[in-house]
T-cell receptor, first 118, second 114 residues
Framework: GAVVSQHPSWVICKSGTSVKIECRSL??????MFWYRQFPKQSLMLMAT?????????EQGVEKDKFLINHASLTLSTLTVTSAHPEDSSFYIC??????????????FGSGTRLTVV | ELKVEQNPLFLSMQEGKNYTIYCNYS?????LYWYRQDPGKSLESLFV?????AVKQEGRLMASLDTKARLSTLHITAAVHDLSATYFC??????????????FGKGTHLIIQP
């Protein structure tokens, strides 16, 4: 249980275009979704926290106008990288916590999206 | 600000040897997580440690938590090549709630040579 499906797995886009990444909770309701970014050979950094039906909370240094987060339903959260530039190239991972699975599994992570901006 | 320090950051060891990865964190928390990441992949949950003195074991890996010392360890026993990966510790939100995400250590890149 507690599976998070993330799409796409990888994407290559041109500078200036926008890319949408989706995360779906398949067998539970995810009221909260966390979005992380991981640069090559570095750790995961929390970008923002989204709650269903409300505005996302962004971490310091993350541009909210560039990384648009929508959490319109209990099973879907999206991250849109707007006007992407090469420095946005990274591995983006979503995560959530299913209350009933927290003790055993902790947080559940999506499979990640490798974004390359050319 | 919560800081999580993990060491070593890089470890090369031979099969059959034992070693320990350390994870220190700076503020009170009673939720400590260990994850494994293979190259180009997402995170695989290894252990969830929720109380002081918690010890969990899975195969050749054993994790422990000392909340008073703000220290967790991941011990590898008789390492095998398949354990080569990057291991992250992460600290969760304060007990009692909140919707904060995890703060991760920098990761330990582990290479186990035959």
């Amino acid at each position: 249980g507690a599976v998070v499906s993330q799409h796409p797995s990888w994407v290559i886009c041109k500078s200036g275009t926008s890319v949408k990444i989706e995360c779906r909770s398949l067998d539970f309701q995810a009221t909260t979704m966390f979005w992380y970014r991981q640069f090559p050979k570095q750790s995961l950094m929390l970008m923002a926290t989204s709650n269903e039906g409300s505005k996302a909370t962004y971490e310091q240094g993350v541009e909210k106008d560039k990384f648009l987060i929508n959490h319109a339903s209990l099973t879907l959260s999206t991250l849109t990288v707007t006007s992407a530039h090469p420095e946005d190239s990274s591995f983006y991972i979503c995560s959530t916590k299913a209350s009933r699975a927290l003790v055993r599994y902790g947080y559940t992570f999506g499979s990640g999206t490798r974004l390359t901006v050319v | 600000e919560l800081k999580v320090e993990q060491n070593p950051l890089f470890l090369s060891m031979q099969e059959g040897k034992n070693y320990t990865i350390y994870c220190n964190y700076s503020t009170t928390s009673d939720r400590l997580y260990w994850y494994r990441q293979d190259p180009g992949k997402s995170l695989e949950s290894l252990f969830v440690l929720l109380s002081n003195g918690a010890v969990k074991q899975e195969g050749r890996l054993m994790a422990s938590l000392d909340t008073k010392a703000r220290l967790s360890t991941l011990h590898i026993t008789a390492a095998v090549h398949d354990l080569s990966a990057t291991y992250f510790c992460a600290v969760g939100p304060y007990s009692g709630g909140g919707a904060d995400g995890l703060t991760f250590g920098k990761g330990t890149h582990l290479i186990i040579q035959p």
